[in-house]
């Protein structure tokens, strides 16, 4: 009986062998350049699971005949990371030490930053990969001194290439001649999403239920509701949610709801119902992003099929709320001065530790006394505009009252 997993057995052991990543990895792919250079700097990966991240960072160890550890951060301790650290200065270590830590964001701020002296002075080599968006959860030291590389869904084409290395290997393995069309291999694969791990476990099972050849009904036994996250239509669906619910369609938002369902893919469906209520809601119903959070996290603890009834409370609850996106103009327009360089220094009174010159509006009737808050290269700018909902034009009255405007 084989223990291990069928996935890593199948696991690529060179750059040419890597399913998808043709950006990264592909002739003219930015990291295979790199390191054809001889070029091996830290570097952050990040994208969705089963995408190639930990097969990337342990060929590039190999190529590099660099000192390789890896850790993974739901498990390892600081005294872990201590201890490759530790051994970075040894004999062992003498070609270098590349660290590779997987799901990095389940890191604390102080084991990330026990890591900075070593990437620091080149003693360590840092590859980490995190299946969430890097710069909400790693240490902004680490990622000023690493490359950022996207690890994307991997194609239908390309995963199912690994389909067929997993059936000549379950053949040989078994003594057994069962095959698998094209069509078939292209349907698990996309039922995978992307996840070349699942794609291989769903394909492993199909082959053991099938008699001689594998078909789509076979894999369909162990397929529950996965997405097909490599397919455009998977984000049409999310764009027409967004849509409806900005366009105030309650009956839309229903449909779209049903559909993502349908598909099982509730993790999706969470995000973009949160980013919908702070876009397209906004400050004309303050407390949308807190209801539509209540809704996703009881979605997500109770799991399909109840999880449409909060799913579709949230949705349609954001439908007919009132709209507003004043805020997040407010905010992109801001952003567009922060990338030109501008408002580099806040004003005085507004520094640490003296805070020379700050009024303390609580000190003054109405809790508000006028000063300056924005730097000097900015201070007459206007990014927030009221919007003409009820709450932002209450809001508006009151400041006009309290600012004698």
Known sequence: MRNAQLADILRPQTIDDIAGQKHLFGERGVIRRMMNGGRITNMIFFGPPGTGKTTAASIIAKQSGMDFHRLNATS??????????????????????????????YFNRKQQQSLLEYIEDGRVTLIASTTENPHFYIYNAIISRSSLFEFKPVEASECAKMLYRALDYLNNENGAQKTVSEKTAEYIAKAAGGDVRRAIGLFENAYFSAENEITPADADQFNYGVGNYNDDVHYDMLGCLQKSIRGSDPDAAAFYVAKMVEQGDIISLCR??????SEDIGLAYPIAPVIVKACCDSARELGLPEARIPLGHAAIMLATAPKSNTQHLAVDAALEDVRAGKGLTPPVHLQSPLFKGYKYPHDYPNRYVEQQYLPDDLKNKKYYFYGDNKTEKAAEEYWKKIKGK
Do not use: C, M
Not at 79 to 103: P, Q, R
Not at 272 to 277: D, P, T
């Open 76 to 105: 390892a301790s600081l005294s872990d990371v201590k201890e490759v650290l530790a051994g970075s200065a040894s004999l062992f270590g003498s070609n270098g030490t590349l660290l590779y830590i997987d799901e990095i964001q």
């Open 272 to 277: 973009r119902l949160q980013v919908i209520a």
